[in-house]
Nanobody
Framework: QVQLVESGGGLVQPGGSLRLSCAAS????????MRWYRQAPGKERELVAT????????NYADSVTGRFTISRDNAKNIVYLQMNSLKPEDTAIYYC????????WGQGTQVTVSS
């Protein structure tokens, strides 16, 4: 069955870095646009980063541009989110999503930025 499993979250100090991974199975990963979203407590889920199926095109929310990098490995069926210069306002549950004809969500991984 379709699965998206995020990992790599945790507690990090402001200014630190984390790399999130999202491992996909059960569908044709290489044909899907992949996205990372996040949802902070009491806030709506927001789009953080997008990468095209081949990896040649990326887009970012203004709030993370220059700090976050989305990438993918179609041979391994994994999409990554490298997060640098983390801020307390980056604290949220981070979700990956696969999009083509349907959309599939992962279960999320918690990122907490705090001293």
């Amino acid at each position: 069955q379709v699965q998206l499993v995020e990992s790599g979250g945790g507690l990090v100090q402001p200014g630190g870095s984390l790399r999130l991974s999202c491992a996909a199975s059960g569908f044709t990963f290489r044909t899907c646009t992949m996205r990372w979203y996040r949802q902070a407590p009491g806030k709506e889920r927001e789009l953080v980063a997008t990468i095209s199926s081949g990896g040649g095109s990326t887009n970012y929310a203004d709030s993370v541009t220059g700090r976050f990098t989305i990438s993918r490995d179609n041979a391994k069926n994994i999409v990554y989110l490298q997060m640098n210069s983390l801020k307390p306002e980056d604290t949220a549950i981070y979700y990956c999503r696969a999009d083509r004809f349907l959309s599939y969500w992962g279960q999320g991984t918690q990122v907490t930025v705090s001293s």
